[in-house]
DNA sequence: CCACACAATTGAACGTCGTTCAATATATTA
DNA sequence: TAATATATTGAACGACGTTCAATTGTGTGG
């Protein structure tokens, strides 16, 4: 429930306007029970943000669910979608880091990964048998691929520099790299 | 001075514990006078990253100055040494945003432009001439390449997910995109 | 039903932050 | 020098993350 009103917070306001006290005032109980619930402000923006990750791959999923022909653009597009479509919630999941040193809780890591399989399954799906093996390395090659062209169209570079369609240059580069299989 | 101290500040600490009254303490001048300055935190931050953009695009023209083969890995390249070189400055970058609807400062829109030029220049280089006309479209594309492997190498995905030579990979998807146009 | 132990919850207090602005100091001009 | 303009100051404000002694709530054994 905290999380879920963090989550909201966060997807009005954004990372750099988000505050555990506000989160507090909303759910009706006082700071130290935040503090007492997650131990610390970065806890529970892990904990924010771990949601963010779970609605991220269900959406992921449902898309994939339905459909048959163009599996990957489907992907890519729903990568889009889900930014675009909670900018803010999205946003902080790159705008956070833990302090130096800090190590990711390994109940994030696994979300993460989840996501990350996912990818992987499309991309080994969509490359000859032969090259298989491969698959892992293409996924997270073509994840930053993606990654960077919806970061670009969220920060606005993409406008600055005249980009008109980064949903489709996107797909392009995918598609360059999976030429080179076929 | 104030925004080379707060370079030099940032690239410490990194933005989130980036502060103008340490500035302030640091230069030798009351918190007063940086408002006055430069009117707002934001604003400071902005000057900052501009800063940094400034240091950027003279680390990439001067890397590409004694190279005349493999111009555009030499280019990759400086993109992530000075990335991983100035890991905080570069973070800094893309981990603060003005308020929605806050325009970008056209000095600081200029710093951006300069340093895709110089992507578009090769990358215009790279592709043969009858297809020039799509240089800038695909730098654009191939910046945000190379930035999603770049921020997937510092944000600690990359590590996550098991990928050892991310500038490789990102070289490869460079590749793949021009080998299109061969 | 009471007394006691244990857990959950509170919010005042602390130091720091961005921000403002009347007061002060310094420089320039007449 | 006197008057004007410019630069600089730092106390004050509200909000933030964080802590922790005090308080309230819950349950259990007698």
Redesign the interface.
């Known amino acids: 429930m905290i999380v879920a009103e963090g989550h909201r917070q966060i997807g009005e306001v ?1 990372f ?1 306007r988000f505050s555990a006290r506000e989160v507090a005032k909303r759910v009706g109980y006082s700071i130290g029970t935040i503090y007492n619930v997650f131990g610390s402000y970065d806890q529970l923006i892990l904990a924010i943000n771990g949601r963010t990750l779970d609605l991220w791959l269900a959406a992921l999923e449902r898309r994939l669910d339905g459909a048959s022909e163009n599996r990957l653009a489907a992907a890519i597009d729903a990568y889009f979608s889900f930014a675009i479509g909670h900018r803010h919630a999205w ?1 902080a999941l ?2 956070f ?1 833990l302090p130096e040193g800090e190590p ?1 809780p390994e109940y994030y ?1 696994a979300k ?2 989840a996501i ?1 399989e996912v990818v992987v399954r499309e991309i080994a799906a969509a490359i000859p048998p032969a090259h298989r093996t491969k698959a ?2 293409l996924a ?10 919806c ?2 169209t969220l ?4 406008r ?4 008109a369609d ?1 949903l489709a ?2 797909l ?2 995918v598609n ?2 999976l ?2 299989y076929r």
Do not use: K
């Not at 920060?155 to 993409?158: H, I, M, Y």
């Open positions: 954004g750099a946003a790159y705008d880091r990711i890591q993460v990964t990350t892992p390395a997270r090659s073509l994840l930053a691929t993606v990654h960077g062209h970061f670009f920060n606005g570079t993409f600055l520099l005249g980009e980064p240059a996107a392009d580069r360059d790299a030429a080179r």
